[in-house]
């Protein structure tokens, strides 16, 4: 876990394809494909205007608060992009552990500072954990090692959704041993479950603020979830998502996040369902936040009927080849937000920052703070060509949310 202290304090009652290969092409469904009808291919401006729809400024919801308090409390936040481990990174985590196991904490010991530096840092962990006895597997059916998770939390994280189209590459015991393992290591989790009762909406305090983090996908390429236990996985509906949001509410959330494992792969615009699925949560007024996964590449930022929607956060860390995948499939997104409650209930998200991150495919795998990074005064000209190419790329679809790059 981060350093700073948070407070768990689940209130909950137990109520109620596309492939990711990084050896391999993308073999999407046609359902899916459908579904997410060709759009637009022109980025949108760089204008720090704000689009038609959208707000420069903060996005207020009112929610009948619980309690009376006198003062307005808050929290920060961070959310970053996919987990995806290859087998190429768990042999380099073989390197880094000079032989002695697997070591993936100099991966992600660049973004610690980010992570470390809110009260909340989420995860998107893609892949479930090969279950005991089985060895670690890559595409079609990914089953990575568990020593990834304690460098997730060496990193500061504090927990992470795991709905994605891959949660049950592994069938059950794989989401068994997922789960098992975040809960050895105290690292928080929604969007899988072992039960019926652990699929129902948990309520934990981040600085004295009652929140509710949910995790939804679509569609799984390799094994569908089990007749009659849906459980297992939250898959897309709306109608469930709104049901699980209200029910975060009455539990006394006051701050609701939604993760969304959607899009089309590898489109930087959003698809017509991602931004018909932001519309209807966003409409609700139980929602505060929604961030999205699933692409592989970043995608813009933007309100939403009021509401902050971070449509894709690239990857946060793969070995996805280019080829199949472009260049931007190793860049990604760590997006700080801050969050306010007033006296009176009403919920205040601010503005998201944008810090881009870069993974050095081939090399060390090391997910990289661009933003920091180009501020170091020893920098290569390789390493300096590298991050601006990067920089450059994200720029074009979230380039007026990014944070401003220090001068070295």
């Known amino acids: 876990?981060?350093?700073?202290?948070?407070?768990?304090?689940?209130?909950?009652?137990?109520?109620?394809?596309?492939?990711?290969?990084?050896?391999?092409?993308?073999?999407?469904?046609?359902?899916?494909?459908?579904?997410?009808?060709?759009?637009?291919?022109?980025?949108?401006?760089?204008?720090?205007?704000p689009a038609p729809g959208t707000s420069s400024v903060a996005a207020t919801t009112t929610i009948a608060p619980t309690t009376t308090l006198g003062v307005p409390r808050s929290f920060s936040?961070?959310?970053?992009?996919?987990?995806?481990?290859?087998?190429?990174?768990?042999?380099?985590a073989e390197r880094y552990a000079g032989g002695q196991?697997?070591?993936?904490?100099?991966?992600?010991?660049?973004?610690?500072?980010?992570?470390?530096?809110?009260?909340?840092?989420?995860?998107?962990?893609?892949?479930?954990?090969?279950?005991?006895?089985?060895?670690p597997q890559t595409y079609p059916r990914f089953g990575v090692p568990g020593e990834v998770l304690p460098a997730i939390v060496s990193a500061g994280y504090d927990r992470c959704s795991t709905a994605s189209n891959h949660?049950?590459?592994?069938?059950?015991?794989?989401?068994?041993?997922?789960?098992?393992?975040?809960?050895?290591?105290?690292?928080?989790?929604?969007?899988?479950?072992?039960?019926?009762?652990?699929?129902?909406?948990?309520?934990?305090?981040?600085?004295?603020?009652?929140?509710?983090?949910?995790s939804f996908t679509r569609g799984f390429p390799v094994v569908e979830t089990p007749e009659g236990e849906p459980w297992w996985v939250n898959n897309t509906d709306l109608e469930r998502i709104l049901a699980d949001a209200r029910l975060a509410r009455e539990q006394g959330a006051e701050v609701v996040?939604?993760?969304?494992?959607?899009?089309?792969?590898?489109?930087?615009?959003?698809?017509?369902?991602?931004?018909?699925?932001?519309e209807a949560l966003a409409a609700s007024g139980l929602v505060n936040l929604i961030v999205g996964h699933h692409t592989h590449v970043v995608q813009p930022i933007e309100q939403i009927n009021g509401v902050w929607t971070v449509f894709g956060l690239g990857n946060s860390i793969s070995n996805m080849p280019t080829g199949p995948y472009p260049p931007e499939s190793q860049d990604g997104l760590m997006v700080t937000v801050e969050f306010e409650v007033a006296p009176d209930g009403t919920v205040t998200v601010a503005r998201p920052v944008a810090y881009p991150t870069v993974v050095d495919r081939g090399n060390t795998f090391e997910i990289k703070d661009i933003v920091r990074n180009l501020a170091r005064p020893?920098?290569?000209?390789?390493?300096?060509?590298?991050?601006?190419?990067?920089?450059?790329?994200?720029?074009?679809?979230?380039?007026?949310?990014?944070?401003?790059v220090p001068v070295a």
């Open 257 to 278: 996040i939604v993760s969304m494992h959607w899009g089309t792969e590898p489109e930087h615009l959003a698809s017509p369902t991602q931004r018909s699925q932001a």
């Open 167 to 214: 949660s049950m590459d592994q069938g059950t015991e794989g989401i068994v041993a997922t789960l098992d393992a975040f809960d050895a290591l105290g690292l928080g989790h929604s969007g899988t479950a072992r039960s019926a009762a652990e699929a129902v909406p948990q309520v934990f305090e981040v600085n004295g603020v009652r929140v509710a983090h949910l």
């Open 378 to 404: 020893d920098l290569t000209a390789r390493e300096r060509a590298f991050y601006e190419a990067s920089l450059a790329r994200t720029a074009q679809w979230v380039g007026e949310f990014i944070a401003a």
């Open 77 to 92: 936040a961070a959310f970053s992009g996919d987990v995806l481990m290859h087998s190429p990174l768990w042999r380099r």
């Open 101 to 135: 196991g697997m070591d993936f904490r100099p991966m992600f010991q660049d973004i610690a500072p980010l992570t470390s530096s809110v009260d909340l840092a989420v995860c998107h962990m893609e892949t479930p954990i090969a279950p005991p006895g089985e060895e």
């Open 1 to 49: 876990m981060s350093p700073r202290p948070l407070s768990v304090a689940l209130v909950g009652a137990a109520l109620l394809a596309a492939a990711c290969s990084g050896e391999q092409a993308d073999t999407r469904s046609t359902d899916a494909a459908a579904a997410d009808a060709a759009v637009s291919t022109q980025p949108p401006g760089t204008s720090t205007e």
